[in-house]
Nanobody
């Protein structure tokens, strides 16, 4: 199990952009696949996107074309770039390392506290 720290959540206007960070240690994201989740008010937590150590990423339809991944060179931090934000994107966002098998992501390690993204005017 590992612990990751999410940060970067904020209040943003519809159509705005935000970058979330998922910080680990060492080269954790060079050794593990990872995923982003979110839990909107009154809803179940859902997987939003995941990326393999080889850089292959997958996004759910609701964010496809608006969200992208990046990683630092050391492999210690992964970023979720969120563009054209909508009120429906409002949620607490979480990250975790995991394993991608086929097109299925399975999380490993401990969940952090998440970071709150609020999209509202």
């Amino acid at each position: 199990q590992v612990q990751l720290v999410e940060s970067g959540g904020d209040l943003v206007q519809p159509g705005g952009s935000l970058r979330l960070s998922c910080a680990g240690s060492g080269s954790i994201f060079s050794q593990n696949d990872m995923g982003w989740y979110r839990q909107a008010p009154g809803k179940e937590r859902e997987l939003v996107a995941f990326i393999t150590t080889g850089g292959r990423s997958t996004f759910v339809d609701s964010v496809k074309g608006r969200f992208t991944f990046s990683r630092d060179n050391a492999g210690s931090t992964v970023y979720l770039h969120m563009n054209s934000l909508k009120p429906d994107d409002t949620a607490v966002y979480y990250c975790n390392v995991g394993v991608v098998v086929g097109n299925t992501y399975r999380p490993l390690g401990l969940w952090g506290q998440g970071t709150l993204v609020t999209v509202s005017s």
